[in-house]
C-alpha cells in the first residue's frame, strides 16, 4: 500500500470518529428537544462508528461493566415481544424503535467516549439542551399555555392549580424528573469545583432547576430530589441541606399552592393517588400470570384492559404501571427486569464509587464509629458539629471578600529588574524570551557581577486593573479529575433520583426521559473503563 493511500485511509477514519461523536452530541443536545432528531443522530451515529470499527484495524471494542445485563435485557425484550399474547408488527417497530435506540445509544457512547475532552463536550451539550428546556418552561408559566395542559390538573382537589407547565416534555412529570436528573448533576459537580465563579453558576443553576420544578407542582418528583439531598447531606456534606431547606423555604414563601400540592403526597384526597393504587394491585395480577415473558415489551396498554378492576372509564388508556418496577416485571417478566435493574442500580453504585471519598467508605467510616461508641448521641454531636463547622467555613470562603494584594510601589518603567545590590544585564538574546504577553518568564545564564545565573522577570503594567473577587474568565478552567469526579457522582445521585421517581411513576416510559437515562448509564461505564485504563 503507498504512503498516499495510507494517508487518505487514515483521514477516512479520523473522519468517521469526528462524525460519530457529532451524532453523539447532536443525541445529547436534542433528546429532550427532538426526540425525532435525536434518534436520526443516534442511528446515523451507528452506521460511522460500524464503518470506522471495519476501516480500522487497530480499533478494538472494549468491555464496559454492564455488558451482560444489558445483552440478557435486549434479548428477553425481543422474546417478550414475539411471545405476548397481544403480539402484533406494533409491537415489533416499538420494540424496535425504542429498545434498538437505547441499545444503540449504550453502544456509540460507551465505544466512543474515551477521553475526558469528549466527556466534557457532552456534558456541554446536555447543559445546553436543559437550559433551553428551562427558559421555555419559564415561558409557558408566565404566558401561559396551551389548553391541553387542563388534564394534568385535579379542579377538584386544587381548584386554585390552574396551570401546570411541561416544556418541551408534554407532561408535568417527565419534566420534573428531568429536571431531578439536572439538578443532581450540578450537585455532584458543586461539591467537587473550587473555583468560587464556577461554585456560584452552579448554585444558580440549581436554583433555575429548582423554579421550574415548583412551576410543575410534581409531588414525586419533588419528594425525590429531597431525599436526595437528605441522603447526601447527612452522609457526605451538610451543607446541601442548607441550601435545598434556603430553595424550598424560598418556593413555600413565594407559592402556598406549591406547599399544599406537596403536602398533599402524603393523604389519598387526590384522585391520582387512588387511580395509581389500583394499577399497581392490576399489575400485580400481570406479574402472578406472565411471570417469565411478561406481556411482552409496549404491551401494558393492551393487556390492561383484561385486569382494570378499578378504573372504570373505558375512555381512558393506562399506558404504563405508574411504577418503573412493577412496570418493567409485567412487560418483560421477572428475569428481563431483574437485568435491568442490574445494569441500573449498577450504574449507580459505580458512579458512587469513583468519587474520591463514596457513600461506601463514608458510611462505614462513621457508622463502625457510632456503633462502637458507647455515647451515640455524643458521637452523632461530633459529627453534626463537624459538619456545620465545614458550612461555615464554606460560607465565608464563598461570600468574604479576598484579601487585596500588597502594594506595589509603581515605577515608569514597563520592565522591572529585581536585584540585590548589583546590576543586571541582559542580552538580546535573553531579552527575546520575554514575550509581551507573559507576566513571569524564566531565563538563563543572566552576567551578574561576572557570574551566569538564572533568574525570573516579572513584568508589571502600570495600567493592570484590581482583581475582582470573582475572575469570570476562569469558569470554564476545571481539574480534568474533579470534573470527571463530580460528573459520575451526578450521575450516581441523579440515578437515585430516578430509582425514587420511579415508585409513583414509570417516566422511563418516556421517550427523551429513557434515552436519557440510557445516554448517562453509558458515559457512566465510560468514566469507569477511563479510570481503570480501558
Not at 435491568?340 to 463514608?362: A, L, N
Not at 502594594?407 to 529585581?418: A, D, L, N, P, T
Not at 470554564?476 to 457522582?489: A, S
Amino acid at each position: 500500500m503507498d504512503r498516499v493511500s495510507v494517508f487518505a485511509r487514515r483521514r477516512r477514519i479520523k473522519n468517521l470518529e469526528e462524525w460519530t461523536l457529532y451524532a453523539i452530541l447532536t443525541e445529547a443536545f436534542f433528546l429532550a428537544l427532538s426526540p425525532t432528531v435525536a434518534s436520526t443522530a443516534v442511528v446515523f451515529g451507528m452506521m460511522t462508528w460500524f464503518l470506522r470499527s471495519r476501516i480500522d484495524t487497530h480499533y478494538k471494542m472494549r468491555s464496559l461493566p454492564f455488558d451482560v445485563p444489558v445483552a440478557i435485557f435486549l434479548l428477553i425484550g425481543a422474546a417478550s415481544v414475539f411471545l405476548s399474547s397481544a403480539r402484533s408488527l406494533e409491537l415489533i417497530y416499538n420494540y424496535c424503535s425504542l429498545v434498538g435506540v437505547y441499545g444503540l445509544t449504550y453502544l456509540i457512547v460507551g465505544q466512543t467516549i474515551r477521553t475526558p475532552a469528549q466527556i466534557k463536550l457532552v456534558a456541554q451539550a446536555l447543559c445546553a439542551s436543559a437550559v433551553l428546556v428551562v427558559l421555555w418552561g419559564f415561558f409557558q408559566f408566565v404566558f401561559g399555555v396551551d389548553i391541553a395542559d387542563v388534564k394534568w390538573t385535579d379542579p377538584e382537589a386544587f381548584p386554585e392549580l390552574k396551570k401546570r407547565i411541561f416544556s418541551t416534555l408534554e407532561n408535568p412529570n417527565v419534566l420534573a424528573g428531568y429536571l431531578d436528573i439536572f439538578i443532581c448533576l450540578a450537585l455532584g459537580l458543586l461539591t467537587k469545583v473550587e473555583r468560587r465563579s464556577q461554585k456560584i453558576i452552579l448554585i444558580g443553576m440549581i436554583v433555575m432547576f429548582a423554579a421550574c420544578l415548583a412551576m410543575t407542582y410534581s409531588r414525586g418528583a419533588f419528594i425525590a430530589i429531597a431525599v436526595v439531598f437528605a441522603v447526601y447531606g447527612v452522609l457526605k456534606d451538610w451543607r446541601v441541606l442548607i441550601l435545598f431547606a434556603a430553595v424550598t423555604g424560598l418556593l413555600a414563601y413565594s407559592d402556598t399552592t406549591f406547599t399544599n400540592r406537596i403536602l398533599s403526597a402524603f393523604t389519598m384526597d387526590d384522585s391520582s393517588e387512588g387511580v395509581r393504587v389500583g394499577i399497581w394491585v392490576s399489575t400485580s395480577a400481570m406479574i402472578s400470570d406472565h411471570p417469565f415473558a411478561g406481556i411482552g415489551w409496549g404491551a401494558y396498554q393492551y393487556v390492561y384492559p383484561q385486569y382494570n378492576y378499578y378504573v372504570a372509564d373505558p375512555n381512558i388508556t393506562i399506558y404504563h404501571a405508574h411504577n418503573i418496577y412493577l412496570n418493567y416485571a409485567a412487560e418483560v417478566g421477572i428475569v428481563g427486569a431483574l437485568a435491568f435493574f442490574w445494569y441500573f442500580f449498577g450504574t449507580m453504585f459505580i458512579s458512587f464509587g469513583v468519587s474520591e471519598r463514596g457513600f461506601d467508605k463514608w458510611l462505614n467510616e462513621h457508622f463502625n464509629k457510632i456503633l462502637s461508641s458507647s455515647t451515640f448521641l455524643q458521637e452523632l454531636a461530633n459529627i453534626v458539629n463537624e459538619k456545620l463547622a465545614n458550612f461555615s467555613d464554606m460560607v465565608l470562603n464563598l461570600f468574604g471578600r479576598k484579601k487585596p494584594p500588597p502594594k506595589i510601589k509603581k515605577s515608569r518603567k514597563h520592565y522591572r529588574e529585581v536585584i540585590h545590590n548589583e546590576e543586571m544585564t541582559f542580552s538580546e538574546h535573553t531579552r527575546k524570551k520575554f514575550s509581551d504577553e507573559e507576566e513571569v518568564t524564566a531565563v538563563d545564564n543572566i552576567s551578574v557581577a561576572g557570574e551566569n545565573i538564572s533568574a525570573k522577570i516579572i513584568k508589571l503594567d502600570d495600567e493592570r486593573k484590581k482583581t475582582s473577587t470573582v475572575d469570570w474568565n476562569d469558569v470554564t478552567k476545571i481539574d480534568e479529575k474533579k470534573f470527571i469526579d463530580g460528573l459520575q457522582l451526578g450521575i450516581g445521585l441523579a440515578f437515585l433520583s430516578m430509582a425514587l421517581n420511579g415508585l409513583t411513576d414509570d417516566l422511563l416510559f418516556n421517550i427523551p426521559s429513557s434515552m436519557l437515562m440510557w445516554l448517562l448509564g453509558a458515559l457512566s461505564a465510560s468514566i469507569y473503563s477511563i479510570s481503570d485504563g480501558k
